[in-house]
């Protein structure tokens, strides 16, 4: 699989990231309460693949529910530019604060969060990251 480099952050730059991942994006959008609310999608990548390159110092977390979840953000401007999902608590996530410039194509699919047990053991492709 041919894989490239992606970077990104927060809106005020004090976070910066990078991944290593396919140009094709494959993106889950979840209904679940909290990405409801954020309209947040998922991009799964191994914590492997994941760099923080700074701003570890101006990160907070937020969890509920089983806090198996880390819906991380910048303490200065609120975004959150990754976290590590309940579905692969290993991995981590970062479509929507990813730099124009080495995004391919993005295809999307759906997630029911609101039945999030059921969906996981029913949605094959998120269940395989």
Not at 20 to 35: A, E, T
Not at 92 to 101: I, K, M, S, T
Request: charge should be positive.
């Amino acid at each position: 699989m041919e894989l490239v480099k992606h970077t990104g952050g927060c809106h005020c730059g004090a976070v910066r990231f990078e991944v290593l991942s396919s140009p094709d994006l494959h993106v889950f959008h979840c209904s679940c309460s909290v990405c409801t609310k954020k309209q947040n999608h998922h991009f799964i990548i191994p914590k492997s693949q994941f760099t923080l390159l700074q701003g570890l110092d101006n990160l907070t977390t937020y969890t509920f529910n089983t806090h198996v979840a880390k819906h991380t953000f910048c303490k200065t401007c609120g975004v959150q530019s990754f976290y590590s999902p309940r579905s692969n608590p290993d991995g981590y996530v970062a479509p929507h604060c990813l730099d124009p410039g080495t995004v391919r194509s993005i295809t999307v699919e759906k997630f029911c969060g609101e039945k999030w047990e059921e969906s996981m053991q029913t949605h094959k492709t998120i269940r395989d990251m």
